[in-house]
């Protein structure tokens, strides 16, 4: 499974933009890339995810760079649910498992 | 989306006991997955269990120490046997029931003493 790079830890104010980096240098053609995040003392939450264009749903934006080896998830306006570790995963179509790296954790100050 | 079910919710265990974790979920899924977190870790995978075959663990993970059972395609089981207390883990089940998005249950978050 391709790797990807994403901070430790990040930190915003609430009702502000956020935007969590990834890198996925060796990604391949056939990988799509997939967020999920995790709420306190829950299980993991699908969030977002695309191949080449960028994408829009209720929850974010996810943003990925031309050459594909990097992309954003971006927060639009965030809020202190929002805290939580953020996993950027790359996933080939048709592969069902998911290979967890160790994410974002995201602090939201009020 | 699916909606799972999990039980126990928590558990405090002696060492050298074995528990079983259960799975429910709200419709049928193919593949059904488990998966560890230690505490302040990432997740990872145990094994996935398709129905009527068996399981396929990951590296790491064996059948001895982790037996599932997968019975019908909303249900599956995941013992942690002969624990100790390295086991003190979150122990999530999860389903995908379209293309792309998987779904998790709350975890159940195992103690052993």
């Known amino acids: 499974d391709a790797k990807t790079t994403q901070p430790n830890s990040m930190e915003s104010n609430e009702e502000e933009p956020v935007h969590l980096p990834c890198n996925h240098s060796?990604?391949?053609?056939?990988?799509?890339i997939h967020w999920y995040r995790q709420l306190p003392s829950q299980g993991p939450e699908y969030v977002i995810h695309?191949?080449?264009s960028n994408v829009n749903n209720r929850m974010a934006s996810l943003a990925i760079a031309e050459d594909r080896k990097s992309s954003t998830l971006i927060l639009h306006r965030a809020t202190l649910r929002d805290a939580a570790v953020y996993y950027c995963?790359?996933?080939?179509?048709?592969?069902?498992?998911?290979?967890f790296g160790q994410g974002t954790r995201l602090t939201i100050n009020p | 989306s699916a909606v799972i079910s999990q039980k126990p919710s928590r558990d405090i265990c002696q060492r050298g006991t074995s528990l079983t974790i259960q799975c429910q979920v709200d419709?049928?899924?193919?593949?059904m997955f488990w998966y560890r977190q230690q505490p302040g870790q990432s997740l990872t995978l145990i094994a996935t269990?398709?129905?009527?075959?068996?399981?396929?663990?990951e590296s790491g993970f064996v059948i001895d120490k982790f037996p599932i059972s997968r019975p019908n395609l909303t249900f599956s089981t995941l013992t942690v046997s002969n624990m100790s207390p390295e086991d003190s883990s979150i122990y999530l089940c999860?389903?995908?029931?379209?293309?792309?998005?998987?779904?998790f249950g709350q975890g159940t978050r195992l103690t052993v003493v």
């Open positions: 999860s389903v995908e029931v379209n293309d792309f998005a998987a779904f």
């Open positions: 060796t990604i391949s053609g056939t990988d799509y």
């Open positions: 695309g191949l080449t």
């Open positions: 995963i790359l996933r080939v179509q048709g592969a069902q498992k998911l290979v």
């Open positions: 419709s049928q899924v193919t593949m």
């Open positions: 269990a398709n129905q009527g075959s068996e399981a396929t663990y």
